[in-house]
């Protein structure tokens, strides 16, 4: 069983930078893979980008490559997406999500993950 709760969500002005958490619980975080993806009203959950189990690989949505940059920290069970150049097709509540690591790469398919936070909303102005 792994909690996560994600944190660094707010309000931004086109352009700008955010930076989100996720911090999970459990002593096998490090056996995760773990992926953000958002929600945006009136729209299907999207996957964002995702990361292995180890950090070694990680991929993205072709919407964010470039701008967003996901990486972890095992030793502090966290979890990150560095978000810059953002739009305001950006705005959407941002929800962290971990799978056990069946696979050697982590899914774009968010009904691949079994444990997800409660999300963390942000919103870009124009």
């Known amino acids: 069983q792994v909690q996560l709760i994600e944190s660094g969500g707010g309000l931004v002005q086109a352009g700008g930078s955010l930076r989100l958490s996720c911090a999970a619980s459990?002593?096998?975080?490090?056996?995760?893979?773990m992926a953000w993806s958002r929600q945006a009203p009136g729209k299907e959950r999207e996957f964002v980008a995702g990361?292995?189990?180890?950090?070694?690989?990680?991929v993205y949505a072709d919407s964010v490559k470039g701008r967003f940059t996901i990486s972890r920290d095992n030793a502090k069970n966290t979890v990150y997406l560095q978000m810059a150049s953002l739009k305001p097709e950006d705005t959407a509540v941002y929800y962290c999500?971990?799978?056990?690591?069946?696979?050697?790469?982590?899914?774009?398919?968010?009904?691949?993950?079994?444990?997800w936070g409660q999300g963390t909303q942000v919103t870009v102005s124009s």
């Open positions: 459990g002593r096998t975080f490090s056996s995760y893979h």
């Open positions: 990361i292995r189990w180890n950090g070694g690989i990680t």
């Open positions: 999500a971990a799978a056990p690591s069946r696979t050697p790469l982590p899914s774009r398919t968010p009904l691949s993950y079994d444990y």
